[in-house]
């Protein structure tokens, strides 16, 4: 029996480090989503004027859009494909688009 569980242990590949990766690139797109009102909160403290909104919200649109490529372009450690992009679609769901690998599976040992 012993022997059995060695094999089936080798067997499974360890999705740990890509699986991190996924991850923690979710958790920079998703801090970006939530710095957005605190962020236009303090500087309309700050500075009220138009310029300083629109260069705010226009510094916070490139840092959205770098947090989501980099996270639109991580690749499932089972299938190979993009973890969230399935065609046309970018979706932020736990779980792979192709082969339904959850973010969280090298913690469920």
Not at 34 to 56: Q, V
Request: positive net charge; hydrophobic residues 45%.
């Amino acid at each position: 029996m012993g022997e059995a569980s060695e094999a089936i242990a080798e067997e499974v590949p360890d999705y740990g480090p890509a699986l991190n990766l996924i991850r923690r690139r979710r958790k920079y797109f998703f801090g970006v989503v939530l710095i957005y009102i605190p962020a236009i909160w303090i500087i309309h403290g700050i500075s009220p004027t138009n310029k300083t909104m629109f260069t705010t919200i226009g510094i916070w649109v490139v840092l959205l859009l770098i947090t989501c490529m980099m996270s639109a372009v991580t690749r499932c450690p089972r299938c190979g494909n993009y973890f969230h992009v399935n065609g046309m679609s970018m979706l932020y769901l736990r779980r792979c688009l192709h082969c339904q690998l959850h973010i969280n599976a090298d913690r469920t040992k």
